[in-house]
């Protein structure tokens, strides 16, 4: 048995090691001042994830813009990110972001399904 043949089982096992650690590290990523729950909607019946994000330096004695966002699941880190370095660089306010999504690990074939419910006009009878 040839150095490679024993070597290569060892280092695909530390790969795997790795990449593991790098998927459970990335899905325990948080944002600081942020929280998720879900909302029941009685109108389509069906839920949503609702992503709140507060800026860094929150008052609830302050007033603060409120900034919708779809998607959240695929953006909002940068989203949120984004908003607090201009408000930082005092090109915008400080802003509460809140991002309208939805819950579990849905196909993209269903999201755009969804998506369309939601985010089409609907004309009066």
């Given amino acids: ?3 490679q043949t024993r070597v290569l089982p060892i280092f695909l ?13 990335q899905s ?5 001042w942020t929280t998720t729950t ?5 109108a389509v019946e069906d839920n949503f994830m609702i992503s709140i994000a507060l800026p860094e330096r ?5 007033q603060y813009p409120v900034v919708f966002m779809a998607d959240p699941r695929f953006a909002f880190g ?3 990110e984004s908003a607090r370095a201009h408000a930082i660089g005092g090109t915008i306010p400080s802003v ?11 196909g993209l074939g269903r999201i755009m399904q969804i998506r369309s419910r939601d ?3 609907v004309s009066d009878p």
């Fill in 96 to 106: 509460i972001l809140v991002g309208i999504g939805y819950p579990g690990d849905q």
């Fill in 58 to 62: 929150y008052d609830e004695n302050n």
């Fill in 119 to 121: 985010l089409s006009t």
């Fill in 13 to 25: 096992i530390a790969i795997s090691i790795q990449l593991f650690n790098t998927f459970q590290a």
């Fill in 1 to 3: 048995m040839s150095i």
């Fill in 28 to 32: 325990a990523a948080s944002i600081s």
């Fill in 78 to 80: 940068s989203a949120v």
């Fill in 38 to 42: 879900q909302l029941y909607s009685e």
